[in-house]
């Protein structure tokens, strides 16, 4: 055991000199985890080391971190395709992800919905609801103009800052009722065969929290959003304000809704920008950063 702990002290210092004093996410790493994977993780460069810092308990990390294809901002994906197919060798699970074999849509929109659960911690900032996570019928947040305060005052400060930038922009959809999201879907319903590709039945809108915003140019439509020339500004710069493209392109297999160009969730600047940087959905970030 001593030996042990004189490893494990060896280690500790390694690490901490990565680290600028007072990080405190470090010591998790070494209470996650035991000395062999420990010595993985060392290898791993600085950006990694901290994003890891960030993330729950993974089981079975350091077979990950032992095969050189392996992305730690992919280990979420990594996750789900090996739960799809276990059988598979962990080898096979990476190359295969890597290809973006896990992204390609297997499904319809309205298969997303089978095995759904209540959504939990609903009244945190990050919380997840999507067509596997459900708000109850009576739920609702307390707003301000149709908005979370904090997304509320996160949206104002963007619009200043794009409006120094020369870019316009329109907030188009805040808030939904539950009810409201009902007449909706049911709208959708009766105008389309496939309504379940373009909205989302009551419950599972993103829109009932409160902390999302549709963003279209000025004057225009949301569809307009990705042609107006302010656009790559919104893209690039949403996360500093703490808001995320919650439904990238070809992400549809995490999300089960299709690239909404317009649609940005409020979840405030830290984990916005963590979830940016590492081109994560909110699903992923769920996967990997949240206790199980
Ligand atoms: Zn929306």
């Known amino acids: ?3 042990k702990h004189a490893v494990m002290m060896v280690v500790l210092t390694i690490i901490s ?8 996410a470090l010591p998790l790493i070494l209470e996650l ?7 993985e993780i060392i290898k791993l ?3 990694d080391i901290e994003l890891l810092s960030k993330m729950r308990y993974i089981p079975y990390l350091s077979l990950y971190l032992q095969d050189s294809n392996f992305q730690l ?14 059988y598979y060798d962990l080898y096979q699970i990476i190359i295969e992800v890597n290809q973006d074999k896990d992204l390609l849509l297997t499904k319809t929109y309205a298969d997303f919905y089978q095995g759904a659960k209540p959504a939990t911690n609903i009244n945190t900032i990050d919380v997840l609801v999507n067509k596997q996570h459900y ?10 103009n149709d908005l979370q305060q904090g997304c509320y005052n996160a949206i104002q400060e963007l619009l200043l800052v794009a409006k120094t930038n020369n870019y316009f922009f329109d907030v188009k959809s805040k808030y939904r009722s539950y009810d409201y999201q009902k007449w909706l879907y049911s709208y959708y319903q009766q105008i389309s065969d496939d309504a379940d590709r373009i909205s989302c039945k009551p419950g ?4 009932q929290t409160g902390l999302v915003v549709d963003i279209a140019p000025q004057g225009k439509e949301i569809n307009a959003i990705v042609d107006y020339e302010g656009y790559a500004w919104l893209a690039e710069n949403a996360h500093s304000f703490g808001f995320i493209l919650r439904y990238p392109e070809n992400k549809d297999m995490i999300t089960g809704i299709q690239y909404e160009p317009w649609h940005f969730r409020y979840v405030g600047k830290e984990i ?17 950063c949240k206790d199980k």
Do not use: C, G
């Open 1 to 3: 055991m001593k030996y």
């Open 17 to 24: 000199s990565f680290y600028k004093p007072n990080t405190p």
């Open 33 to 39: 985890y035991d000395t062999n994977t420990i010595q």
């Open 45 to 47: 460069d600085k950006q």
């Open 73 to 86: 901002k992919k280990l979420a994906r990594y996750i789900w395709w090996q739960n799809q197919y276990p």
């Open 135 to 144: 708000l109850p019928s009576e739920y609702q947040p307390t707003l301000h």
């Open 204 to 207: 599972f809108s993103e829109h």
């Open 272 to 288: 916005a920008t963590v979830i940016y940087k590492n081109q994560w959905t909110l699903e992923e970030y769920h996967e990997l």
